[in-house]
């Protein structure tokens, strides 16, 4: 009896064991050359609305690089194109938001954003 009680837990006292031996704490290495070579930098930008302008021509704004059609799945889509009026910061969008419905509207650049009024909400 003793020899069939102690074969029915080896099993599942082998099989804690291996479950266990794997949530010890990680190795931990000292190679200190090997984490300064993998340093990353990182880029701090000040103002995100000075996104491209040092590096775009006086009055240009950083919606401006928007400018264009925007397409996503099953034909839905989003086309930013200068205001007819010509005004800096002033757009005219069309947006085919889902398959039934598409429709255009005024927008106004607000730092890196462009507002426009859909629904009766901004």
Same mark, same amino acid.
């Given at each position: 009896?003793?020899? *069939? /009680?102690?074969?029915? =837990?080896?099993?599942? !006292?082998?099989?804690? +064991?291996? /479950? /266990?031996?794997? *949530? ?31 590096? %775009?021509?006086?009055?240009? !704004? ?14 839905? =889509? !989003? ?9 800096? +910061? ?12 598409? %429709?255009?509207?005024? %927008? ?7 507002? =426009? ?6």
């Amino acid at each position: 009896m003793t020899c *069939c /009680l102690s074969s029915r =837990f080896t099993l599942p !006292l082998l099989l804690a +064991g291996a /479950l /266990l031996t794997g *949530c010890g704490p990680a190795a931990e290495t000292d190679n200190v050359a090997n984490v300064t070579a993998n340093a990353q930098t990182v880029e701090t930008i000040e103002d995100s609305d000075a996104i491209n302008s040092a590096d %775009g021509p006086a009055g240009r !704004l950083p919606t401006d690089d928007w400018i264009g059609r925007w397409t996503g799945p099953e034909g839905l =889509f !989003l086309d930013i194109q200068p205001a007819p009026d010509g005004k800096p +910061g002033s757009y005219a969008l069309t947006n085919k938001d889902n398959l039934d419905r598409q %429709g255009d509207y005024a %927008g106004m650049a607000e730092g890196a954003m462009i507002r =426009f009024t859909r629904d009766g909400r901004n």
